[in-house]
Nanobody, 121 residues
Framework: QVQFVESGGGLVQPGGSLRLSCAAS????????MGWYRQAPGKQHELVAQ???????SYTDSVKGRFTISRDNAKNTLYLQMNRLKPEDTAVYYC???????????????WGQGTQVTVST
């Protein structure tokens, strides 16, 4: 079992930036495809960015060009650089290892506590 601790969230004005971190323990991350999810109030978890164990990245359309996912396997840490933030980016952000089942990417392990991102004036 892998455990995740997310950090770096906060309150930011529209147009601002934040960098999220996800520290993992219990296993090395280098064998896993990894993803950042977010969950807005009343909604399900949404996968917004993913990076394979070969460092290939992909993003949901709403964050393309604004968010950048990266990984540092030596530090067992995943990052999400978020620029030009919008109010609709407000959510709790989580990381997880991901696996593909059918056409869907699903989380492998239990969720961490997440980190709250609030974009507001």
């Amino acid at each position: 079992q892998v455990q995740f601790v997310e950090s770096g969230g906060g309150l930011v004005q529209p147009g601002g930036s934040l960098r999220l971190s996800c520290a993992a323990s219990g296993s090395t991350l280098d064998i896993y495809n990894m993803g950042w999810y977010r969950q807005a109030p009343g909604k399900q978890h949404e996968l917004v960015a993913q990076v394979t164990n070969g460092y290939t990245t992909s993003y949901t359309d709403s964050v393309k060009g604004r968010f950048t996912i990266s990984r540092d396997n030596a530090k067992n840490t995943l990052y999400l650089q978020m620029n030009r933030l919008k109010p609709e980016d407000t959510a709790v952000y989580y990381c997880n290892a991901i696996k593909q089942i059918g056409g869907n990417w699903l989380p492998r392990f239990a969720w961490g506590q997440g980190t709250q991102v609030t974009v507001s004036t």
